[in-house]
Nanobody, 125 residues
Framework: QEQLTESGGGLVPAGGSLRLSCAVSGRPYSTFSNYAVGWFRQVSGKDREFVAAIDKSGTNSAYSDPVRGRFTISRDNTKNSVILQLRSLKPEDTAVYYC???????????????WGQGTPVTVSS
């Protein structure tokens, strides 16, 4: 089973930037380039919400309205990793950010087969 590990979260002032990474290790018969990867975020007491996703080839990406134009997702299939670059951060971006793997694009909560443990992002005003 794929294991996803996020890193790069932290405390940043409003207007700042962060670079989140999702490193993937998996089954020997499954390759990273076979599935899409998405980022979701969750604030305590609220549902986990979609942030961004990239398809298996890296050709297509999708973003939620609140982050479009500020966040950029990319992947390196040679390194089994996905990067989420966060720019122009706002206090409302504060959340725990999770990456997830899905054979569908964009990833859907009901079909995601692997989640990371999350990395916290805190944006101070």
């Amino acid at each position: 089973q794929e294991q996803l590990t996020e890193s790069g979260g932290g405390l940043v002032p409003a207007g700042g930037s962060l670079r989140l990474s999702c490193a993937v290790s998996g089954r020997p018969y499954s390759t990273f380039s076979n599935y899409a990867v998405g980022w979701f975020r969750q604030v305590s007491g609220k549902d986990r919400e979609f942030v961004a996703a990239i398809d298996k080839s890296g050709t297509n990406s999708a973003y939620s309205d609140p982050v479009r134009g500020r966040f950029t997702i990319s992947r390196d299939n040679t390194k089994n990793s996905v990067i989420l670059q966060l720019r122009s951060l706002k206090p409302e971006d504060t959340a725990v950010y999770y990456c997830a793997a899905d054979y569908s694009f964009p990833p859907q909560k009901h079909s995601i087969f692997a989640w990371g443990q999350g990395t916290p992002v805190t944006v101070s005003s």
